[in-house]
């Protein structure tokens, strides 16, 4: 018995169909932090009643009632949907015969049941015998506005849901039967060794696509660890960079230092990354330029361009005082799912409320991500100490120190209150992102409003 896609397709007796319910739990796709759904999977399984050995018949498999719903959150368009999914074969032949479905569908609705187009496979039967048919796992593909998986597995034993007699018609005999699966579109290959039987074939839609896509490009910067700087600039010990003020030098690099990220739900459980602070002298100010490792994270869906923005909130101690906004663009272009992505370097204005030595560190990074007229921001708060990647040599500007919390920026070394020296005022846009970690409509696809949650993000895996 094997999947075949050429021969002549036989209907050697009439056609039968039998319903068949079982209970299910359906996974929502990566970009949803809901959990599993229980509900029941309704199927038509219809297949001819008899054929020969050597024929090759086609299997219906008819999604009467699928385990999950469209949510009240967002409207389907028309041919978005795609259906793939999985029969148990038994009996005389053991193995598993893959099912695909057009991406067809009319608009669903929110808050309505999913309508699934007819998935079709087709069988070549090599063993005299009767082969009964089960309906298995299956997973429901949206490609609108973003490609998501949602994967459905029986809960329960399930029922043959067709029989076929197949009789002796000549042709050869596989002992235990090999089932040969075609990838789909776009898909893998998942290899797996079913009782009296090997099967290889895919269970995947949607798929993994190859290489990989980055976030606003790549930067290389310089690093400083425990060298001499120029121009009137001396390393500390313990190696963080001193800028001095004098000797006409505009240009301070920071070194690259190690942070750990504790990040908000909706967002993953933590990020290992490496930061780097650049400044240059502009007058008594000073451009930060901000710098992440590559790779700091995986891409949790298939996003467009211009969906994905870092910021940072950069934390002034020392003789000064507070934290300066720092922003980046957002990705120049598409990004595949599961694909490493490169932050953009992050970019804003240091303007000194004290004079005296003050030390640059990382601070919370916050991750924004807008669909449409839909956003949502994960911040990631850096856990434990860090080390200063930073330390310059400032002088009090007019209009440096606010004498409260920092406009327009989340936190502050000194909890947002001056301590001494007064408070860094920011130069960088503030965008008012998003306190709310709420729905974002344009993920929302099944199984519930789907809220933004990153796959783990691997470690970085280099630096830049």
Known sequence: MMLGGAGMLLAASPAQAAEISYRTE???PPISGLPPVQGTTRVQLTAPAEAKVGDTVEVVWKTVEAASRNPDVLDLEKDT???TGTIKVGGATTGSLKMEGPRQNPPIPKNSAMVLPDMKGTLKLEKAGEITLTPDAYNINVSKPISTDTKCTPKETVQPGATIKVTDGGGSTTAGGTTTGSTTAGGTTTGSTTAGG????????GGTTTGSTTAGGTTTGSTTAGGTTTA???TTAGGTTTAGSGGGQTDFPGKEVSVNFACTSPGPAGIASKVTINA???GGSYALTVKTAKGVMDSPAALPAGALKPSMDVVIGGADKGSVKVTGPANAQPLEQGKPVDLSDMTGTYKPGASGKSTLSPG?????VTLGSSKINIPCKVKGSVTPSLELDTTAQQGGASGGTTTGSTGSAAGGTDSGGGLAATGA???????ALGLVAGTAILLGGAVFTFTPWRRLRGTR
């Open 364 to 368: 919370t990074l916050t991750i924004d």
């Open 198 to 205: 090997t099967t290889t074939g895919s269970t995947t839609a």
């Open 26 to 28: 359906c996974i929502p």
């Open 280 to 282: 240059k002298k502009s």
């Open 81 to 83: 949907v795609k259906p």
């Open 232 to 234: 009137g600039g001396t």
């Open 429 to 435: 846009e503030d965008n008012g992102t998003l306190r």
